[in-house]
């Protein structure tokens, strides 16, 4: 019987250490397909939640309708399926031309097409051994099994940024997992030919009348197994997305809130007794408090290092609470344990489709996090209703308050607000002031919180370019001193308001490249820089890097490369692959000019290890803020073989070389770490 135990465990803590090692792995081969959008982490998310379920959904059916020898053979069948189709099959083509216009169906095509049938073999396996075991142990549940499956899971999301991404290329990341899998698949044949050789061949009575189990589970006790995990990965959805769109859409910030998200699984059900609800709730209650108030404070900046932590802190609580007490009303009839967990990963489906896939539809403006923390007041007044008046009011209050709060919120994007939108590639918003005095009138682009191009409408300024595209910017000089008074040919990654159209002249040419076909909308209909301009101004719909492998050369004298998403960065744009094909669109002598403002990431050594592998070189330029003329702090890198325009005076006397720091690797599309280059101590 132990070493049964023994063999069963180790499987299904090799396959949750499988599950969640290709999560990341997969994510991040599609990011180039869709620029980089964080939103594809969340897509992603949605995707593995169910299959998930239809993994825990497979185990309810095969367990309840077939004998165990007919469960032995559809496994076997299963696993021998899925390891030829992995044998066969080639692994994730990120290519589809198309996946710009459709970002959520390319995603669950292509994941399907890739991992669809091992990731819901390697889902189904903790529930369906948990239920085979149980069968040897006189039908007791081995819950503790499912607290093991979840540390395999934690183990490999700290493995994957930490031990895999830094030292292996995507291509041996896929081996290696693939070779995983066929070990998996082979254990899976052991232990079903074990089942079959020690049990008997047909299915017996439900024997948890006879060890004196009778409770049935109640009605409420079925709708919290369903909601309490739904209010989590709502709040596993809505910090995750908190914190890759507004720092990097990088496997690191997927990996963070979901190894705490399975942390608190594996103490709620591995430690059930260590969980102390009078403690819990008032953590809780501190940390959605604390946060709703961040929340209403848009202007408010915290070191990277803090920020992860006060979240990473904010959602453990959150999501400890809503596991422990659904693991208190867990199912004592091994009959009714595959139900429980297909109630549990169907909350889990249903909390992450909402944040993913229902919020960008249904909201102009991000309201997620805020909704998650109000589901989980509600919840938390349910779960202790029966704890007496103190915890009923206490949570009526803070349930009523943070509705109030959705309310504020809406109030305050509404406020001085043109319009709203919001789609896959994020929420966009543009305001209209009259300040400053000077100004006359300012539109303000933003994504989120973060600003995206400003315009002044009074006579002096309505054609000035603002915020980070200054005459006194890398940007602006590049644009300046580029070409000697003939006409200019300039590309431009990203639209933004379409600021750098202000440098426009007679003769010369302007063509845009933009993923996001409303930030095109809005440039064209709520900013005049498009329309003002006296050059030729065009526009590319779809990821730059599509377009510009699509279009013959360009003859770019400048590409300005600015398709940063807050502080988000599109990781593909910045390759060495990347650098081969702007080498290719640019005329002889001709400038990439990098934006690299951040609060959270040193991008210049890295963009100095592309230019040295182009043979090519580079100048970092510094310029301050303006507040008088709209002009924001900004950081950009120049890079080119031509030295004689690094020569002239106005940019030899502001240009700086990049300093080489040791442990970076150069960046290309099958490798990439963002860990080497993080500021986690301030901006």
């Given at each position: 019987m132990r070493f049964s135990r023994i063999l069963f465990g180790s499987v299904i803590f090799f396959s949750a250490f499988l599950l969640f090692l290709v999560e990341p792995l997969a994510a991040k081969q599609i990011l180039p397909v869709l620029g980089g959008s964080s939103?594809?982490?969340?897509?992603?998310?949605?995707?593995?939640?169910?299959?998930?379920l239809v993994g825990y959904l497979y185990a309810h059916w095969l367990t309840h309708r077939f004998s165990r020898a007919a469960q032995r053979n559809i496994h076997i069948a299963m696993l021998a399926i899925a390891f030829a189709l992995l044998m066969v099959q080639s692994h994730l083509h990120p290519g589809m031309q198309s996946a710009a216009a459709h970002p959520v169906a390319a995603i669950f095509i292509l994941l399907m097409a890739s991992i669809g049938l091992p990731f819901f073999l390697l889902a189904s396996t903790s529930p369906l051994l948990q239920v085979w075991l149980s069968w040897q142990q006189q039908n007791r549940i081995p819950y503790r099994l499912f607290a093991l499956s979840n540390a395999g899971s934690l183990l490999a999301l700290i493995a994957y940024p930490t031990l895999v991404?830094?030292?292996?290329?995507?291509?041996?990341?896929?081996?290696?997992?693939?070779?995983?899998?066929?070990?998996?698949?082979?254990?899976?044949?052991?232990?079903?030919?074990?089942?079959?050789?020690?049990?008997?061949?047909?299915?017996?009575?439900?024997?948890?009348?006879?060890?004196?189990?009778?409770?049935?589970?109640?009605?409420?006790?079925?709708?919290?197994?369903?909601?309490?995990?739904?209010?989590?990965?709502?709040?596993?959805?809505?910090?995750?997305?908190?914190?890759?769109?507004?720092?990097?859409?990088?496997?690191?910030?997927?990996?963070?809130?979901?190894a705490?998200?399975?942390?608190?699984?594996?103490?709620?059900?591995?430690?059930?007794?260590?969980?102390?609800?009078?403690?819990?709730?008032?953590?809780?209650?501190?940390?959605?408090?604390?946060?709703?108030?961040?929340?209403?404070?848009?202007?408010?900046?915290?070191?990277?290092?803090?920020?992860?932590?006060?979240?990473?802190?904010?959602?453990?609580?959150?999501?400890?609470?809503?596991?422990?007490?659904v693991c208190a009303l867990r199912p004592r009839r091994a009959s009714e344990a595959t139900?429980?967990?297909?109630?549990?990963?169907?909350?889990?489906?249903?909390?992450?489709?909402?944040?993913?896939?229902?919020?960008?539809?249904?909201?102009?403006a991000n309201y997620d996090t805020a909704i998650a923390f109000?589901?989980?007041?509600?919840?938390?007044?349910?779960?202790?209703?029966?704890?007496?008046?103190?915890?009923?009011?206490?949570?009526s209050t803070g349930t009523i308050l943070l509705c109030v709060l959705l309310g504020?919120?809406?109030?305050?994007?509404?406020?001085?607000?043109?319009?709203?939108?919001?789609?896959?590639?994020?929420?966009?918003?543009?305001?209209?002031?009259?300040?400053?005095?000077?100004?006359?009138?300012?539109?303000?682009?933003?994504?989120?919180?973060?600003?995206?191009?400003?315009?002044?409408?009074?006579?002096?300024?309505?054609?000035?370019?603002?915020?980070?595209?200054?005459?006194?910017?890398?940007?602006?000089?590049?644009?300046?001193?580029?070409?000697?008074?003939?006409?200019?040919?300039?590309?431009?990654v990203g639209l933004g308001a379409g600021t750098l159209a202000a440098y426009g002249q007679p003769g010369d040419r302007f063509r845009f490249y933009e993923i996001n076909p409303e930030v095109i909308t809005i440039a064209q209909h709520?900013?005049?820089?498009?329309?003002?301009?006296?050059?030729?101004?065009?526009?590319?719909?779809?990821?730059?890097?599509?377009?510009?492998?699509?279009?013959?050369?360009?003859?770019?004298?400048?590409?300005?490369?600015?398709?940063?998403?807050?502080?988000?960065?599109?990781?593909?744009?910045?390759?060495?692959e990347a650098m081969a094909l702007y080498q290719r669109h640019l005329a002889p002598g001709g400038i990439v000019a990098f934006h690299i403002s951040n609060q959270f990431l040193n991008l210049a050594p890295e963009v100095a290890l592309l230019a040295s592998s182009a043979n090519m070189q580079s100048r970092i330029i510094d310029s301050p803020a303006d507040s008088a003329r709209g002009e924001l702090a900004a950081s950009w890198v120049l890079v080119s073989n031509n030295m004689d325009f690094f020569q002239q005076p106005e940019i030899a006397s502001v240009a700086r070389s990049i300093p080489a720091e040791s442990g970076l690797q150069l960046w290309t599309d099958d490798y990439s770490s963002l860990l080497p280059i993080m500021k986690w101590l301030g901006h």
């Open positions: 939103a594809v982490w969340i897509t992603c998310l949605v995707f593995f939640q169910l299959m998930l991404e830094p030292y292996l290329s995507l291509r041996h990341q896929w081996t290696i997992w693939s070779v995983g899998f066929a070990c998996y698949a082979i254990l899976g044949f052991i232990l079903a030919r074990k089942m079959y050789a020690s049990a008997p061949v047909t299915v017996p009575a439900p024997a948890d009348e006879a060890i004196g189990e009778t409770e049935t589970s109640s009605r409420r006790q079925r709708w919290l197994w369903f909601l309490l995990p739904m209010a989590a990965a709502m709040q596993l959805s809505a910090v995750t997305e908190h914190l890759t769109q507004n720092i990097a859409a990088i496997p690191l910030l997927w990996i963070l809130p979901l705490v998200y399975l942390l608190s699984f594996i103490l709620a059900f591995d430690a059930p007794s260590l969980y102390r609800r009078w403690i819990v709730v008032r953590l809780l209650v501190v940390m959605l408090a604390s946060l709703g108030y961040m929340l209403t404070k848009t202007d408010m900046t915290l070191a990277i290092g803090i920020s992860i932590l006060f979240f990473l802190l904010e959602v453990f609580v959150a999501c400890y609470f809503c596991h422990a007490e139900r429980f967990y297909l109630l549990l990963a169907a909350g889990g489906v249903a909390g992450t489709f909402f944040i993913g896939i229902v919020c960008p539809y249904l909201f102009a109000a589901v989980t007041a509600a919840l938390a007044l349910a779960v202790t209703w029966r704890d007496g008046w103190a915890q009923r009011l206490l949570w504020m919120l809406h109030i305050a994007y509404a406020r001085q607000s043109l319009i709203e939108m919001r789609s896959f590639y994020g929420s966009l918003r543009v305001t209209q002031t009259n300040s400053p005095p000077q100004a006359q009138t300012v539109r303000t682009l933003l994504n989120g919180a973060v600003q995206h191009g400003i315009q002044w409408f009074g006579p002096e300024f309505h054609r000035r370019p603002t915020t980070y595209y200054a005459e006194d910017s890398g940007a602006g000089l590049a644009l300046e001193h580029c070409c000697a008074g003939r006409p200019r040919n300039i590309g431009v709520l900013f005049t820089y498009l329309r003002d301009s006296p050059a030729q101004v065009s526009i590319a719909d779809g990821d730059a890097r599509i377009s510009l492998t699509q279009e013959s050369s360009q003859h770019f004298d400048v590409l300005v490369v600015d398709a940063f998403s807050g502080d988000a960065i599109p990781v593909h744009l910045l390759t060495r």
